[in-house]
């Protein structure tokens, strides 16, 4: 068996501090001025060779704030002559941007960045369907720029030793996978999760960390079944996926904006099990129950709000000239993508982003 996405050398087991220079400073833009932007930034101000250059948004003033608050040396909004995006693209101070606005406008900014020469580290999922992830990816191609889906799990070191732990053979063969993550999410149709504008759904938001270790133990299924339930302006609240292997395995995995559960993965093999502590997308330890064995937890420390792995392997990939990480490479974002369109087709969820592809 083989590791099915690659170790990042910032998740080795004697890798230095993600913090530590892997070589000369990036300078960052980063789009939007959201929670995720200001979690994500934090962690990234953390590193030691990345230059916080400028921000937009299309509030001038809270693009302003954010500056002030993290450090950046330009702030940009939107005015009279071009929007706060377009203004911070045309500075050749920025070489790599950090998008952090809602899924729906995903494509269309990382389309643009990679247009105006930037590299772009973009927030799962990386569009609204296959075809928009399948265009950026032919875009940065061309352009030779690095482009790469923010999906930070992937990059964890408690998550690759469960993987490695899982490749070893230690479990036996992996028979089925179950990951659950969901929390109660009051409606309000104007919040992204709410918004079919935004890419609204429990499955766009939340799926990507459940199928992180189904692909992660199993890899990319022959066969996925799914049901699901879908408010009154077509956005989906809670799904369960099934997925098929021809070997037999199956992964189940739930995703809900209603319902709180465990938030955990737990595989399970011919010689054993192992589980997640903490929840799934973001573990602090794991369970291992071998069959013939006693109990053991393998557990880890937080750097930062461990976003810091993430912008680690996107800030070398650049340091070094690569257009994509092997850890979380373009063709598996496209096949997710293509994975997740045919789930919203059994469930029958519909985009605006759809209807121009």
Avoid at 208 to 213: A, D, F, H, I, R
Wanted: glycine share 10%; with cysteine; charged share 20%.
């Amino acid at each position: 068996m083989s590791l099915r996405f690659p170790t990042p050398p910032c998740a080795e087991p004697n890798a230095a501090s993600p913090l530590s220079a892997t070589g000369r400073p990036v300078h960052w833009g980063v789009v939007s001025t959201g929670r995720i932007a200001n979690t994500v930034t934090a962690d990234l101000a953390l590193l030691e060779d990345a230059v916080l250059q400028a921000v937009s948004s299309r509030q001038g003033d809270r693009a302003a704030s954010f500056a002030a608050e993290h450090g950046f040396t330009t702030s940009y909004g939107d005015d009279a002559g071009r929007t706060g995006l377009d203004a911070m693209l045309a500075d050749p101070a920025v070489e790599a941007v950090y998008i952090a606005t809602p899924h729906g406008q995903h494509f269309e900014v990382a389309r643009d960045a990679l247009t105006a020469g930037k590299h772009v580290l973009c927030e799962k999922s990386l569009t609204i369907n296959a075809a928009e992830a399948l265009e950026l990816v032919e875009l940065a191609r061309a352009r030779g720029l690095f482009l790469m889906e923010a999906v930070w799990t992937r990059f964890l070191p408690a998550v690759h030793r469960a993987l490695e732990l899982v490749d070893s053979g230690e479990l036996g063969d992996i028979a089925w996978v179950r990951a659950d993550l969901g929390f109660p999410a009051p409606y309000d149709p104007a919040w992204r999760l709410w918004d079919p504008a935004a890419g609204g759904g429990a499955l766009l938001d939340l799926a990507v960390y459940p199928l992180t270790w189904a692909l992660g133990c199993l890899g990319f299924p022959n066969a996925v079944q799914a049901v699901g339930n879908l408010n009154d302006d077509g956005v989906d609240t809670q799904e369960s996926l099934t997925l098929g292997y021809a070997s037999g395995a199956q992964a189940q995995l739930l995703c809900s904006l209603t319902g709180a559960g465990p938030r955990e993965a737990v595989v399970a093999g011919s010689k054993g099990w192992l589980r997640t502590t903490g929840p799934l997308n973001n573990p602090s330890s794991f369970e291992v129950h071998p069959l013939a064995g006693e109990p053991r937890t393998v557990a880890f420390e937080s750097v930062g709000r461990n976003y810091v792995y993430e912008l680690r392997e996107a800030t070398r990939c650049i340091q070094q000239g690569l257009t994509e990480s092997p850890t979380m490479s373009w063709a598996d974002s496209v096949d997710t993508m293509r994975l997740l369109d045919g789930v919203r087709n059994q469930l029958g969820v519909r985009y605006l982003n759809d209807a121009v592809v």
